[in-house]
């Protein structure tokens, strides 16, 4: 089988904004679409990343590339593949760029050998697709060393950076030295925040993106009440009978009907919630860094804490037989299962989790659609976020966010305005002081999930992100 597959981004319409961003947007995003066709010459625009599903990334890449499509730019999308070891050392690279120890696993000579041997036989498949004077946006570290070789094949490379630490440390710095050896010659990058920027890359070629979501996408879309309630009662979210089935439960984003099966591979443990229980909900990858735990023992410390209302907690990721690339997901999934276990009956009750399919992937997103919408809260309690998409994604749909004042997180969220920001991720009287405050305090919670909308609105939809895209390879292709 090819290690090197290409992904299909539906094409999607920049008019959609129209009634959002207004015209003289959708314009701008168009004409600079069109500049960049002319300078390209029949050239094409390839992304590579190594999933096509779970994490903010893909997720980006379905809709940004979709949107390039339909404003006429030939943009396309590769994922690279690997094996076990590969994927092991570019999940080290991860937390290491997040500061962090990861699995502690050296990052000397022998994990170079597996890395660049892995990437190498994924180089000979992108060479026959790429030709020189082609641009290619290589994300994250995992195909961040294919760079020398697209760059000796005559192409012009970026490298995009999605994740982050504020501050170095040991281990970020043994991140960025494994990679300098190939990302030293790119000289176009881009991250999420100017305190991203290694030092050794502070010499002109940085840019600054903030990430985006899709307003129309399954993600984002809006859905009505019975269609929220649907979805979630036909994957078991919550209890009752299945309503009277809608003819479609969504719309994809090739405007065909989609349907949520009840036959879907998710795996709940847990009692599904009645309707009219308020929800607190984080959606992530099951990852140590977002911290799952620390939300069931933030929400158990509430419940024993305040006099808390009728309340439950729904933790879900993807379906972590599923991804790929995320090799820590099983071993997290059973950690938090274990805390799960530990909790008190009277708790356990109270918390649902979730592994949700991930086979189709407009399905697992309209089911996280839901998850987020009829949420009373939306949490991130994350220790290390390059830049939350979750958090944006509930943004986006007027909830209230209590999320961990760290990395991008910082510029997505005004504390008290836009959502509840915790200094310290890790203190949990605090996290649960600030889910009981936003559950009793409704006229707060609204307050804040109307202004995080228009902050959405205003800054975080891909449109803002094409153009600043645009104007980067404009200068790249120039
Ligand atoms: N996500 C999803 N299904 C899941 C878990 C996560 O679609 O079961 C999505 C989530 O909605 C968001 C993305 O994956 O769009 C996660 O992006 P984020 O920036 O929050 O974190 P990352 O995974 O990139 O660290």
Redesign the pocket.
């Known amino acids: 089988m090819r290690l090197v597959q290409e992904v299909h981004a539906q094409i999607r319409s920049l008019e959609r904004f129209v009634p959002l961003l207004g015209q003289a947007a959708v314009d701008e995003a168009r004409t600079l679409a069109r500049g960049l066709s002319e300078q390209l010459a029949g050239g094409v625009i390839w992304n590579v990343n190594s999933t096509a599903?779970?994490?903010?990334?893909?997720?980006m890449l379905h809709s940004l590339l979709g949107y390039a499509r339909g404003a006429g730019l030939d943009v396309r999308w590769l994922t690279i593949g690997g094996s076990p070891d590969f994927f092991r050392i570019t999940k080290r690279l991860h937390h290491a760029l997040h500061g962090e120890r990861g699995d502690g696993s050296p990052l000397d000579e022998a994990a170079h050998e597996v890395y660049a041997s892995n990437l190498c036989r994924n180089a000979v498949e992108l060479r026959e697709l790429v030709r020189p004077g082609d641009v290619v946006l290589l994300h994250d570290p995992q195909p961040a060393g294919l760079a020398p070789t697209l760059l000796a094949a005559g192409a012009r490379v970026l490298w995009r950076c999605?994740?982050g630490a504020d501050e170095t440390n040991e281990d970020v710095e043994r991140g960025w030295h494994f990679l300098a050896r190939y990302l030293d010659g790119v000289r176009t990058m881009i991250f999420s925040r100017e305190t991203y920027v290694p030092a050794r890359y502070r010499d002109g070629r940085a840019s600054i993106i903030q990430?985006s979501?899709d307003a129309f996408s399954a993600?984002n879309i809006d859905l009505d009440e019975h269609t929220v309630r649907s979805i979630l009662v036909h994957v078991g979210i919550l209890e009752g009978p299945p309503p009277p089935s809608p003819r479609y439960a969504f719309v994809r984003s090739d405007d065909t009907p989609g349907r949520v099966e009840r036959s879907a591979d998710i795996i709940r443990l847990g009692r599904a919630s009645a309707w009219e229980t308020p929800l607190v909900v984080q959606?992530?990858?099951w990852?140590p860094?977002?911290d799952m735990i620390g939300v069931l023992r933030g929400f158990s410390t509430m419940v024993h804490n305040h006099a808390a209302p009728e309340v439950d907690l729904v933790l879900?990721?993807?379906?972590v037989r599923a991804v790929a690339d995320d090799p820590e997901g099983p071993a997290v999934f059973e950690a938090v299962y274990r805390a799960f276990l530990e909790q008190p009956p009277a708790i356990r009750a109270h918390v649902h989790l979730a592994?949700?399919p991930?086979a189709d992937?407009e399905e697992?997103?309209v089911?996280?659609n839901a998850l987020?919408r009829h949420a009373a809260i939306v949490v991130?309690k994350?220790l290390h976020?390059?830049?939350?998409?979750?958090?944006t994604?509930a943004m986006w749909k007027a909830r209230p966010v209590i999320a961990s004042a760290v990395g991008g997180i910082q510029d997505q969220i005004e504390d008290g305005v836009s959502g509840v920001l915790l200094r310290d991720p890790n203190d949990l009287d605090t996290f649960a002081g600030e889910l009981h405050r936003v559950l009793v305090d409704r006229a707060f919670a609204e307050r804040i999930g109307a202004a995080a909308r228009e902050r959405v609105r205003e800054r975080f939809l891909g449109v803002r992100h094409l153009i600043q895209y645009g104007e980067i390879f404009g200068r790249l292709i120039a």
């Open positions: 599903v779970g994490g903010g990334v893909a997720e999605h994740i990430p979501i993600k959606v992530s990858r990852d860094l977002k879900a990721g993807p379906n592994m949700l991930t992937v697992n997103a089911i996280v987020q991130q994350s976020e390059g830049f939350g998409l979750t958090v994604e």
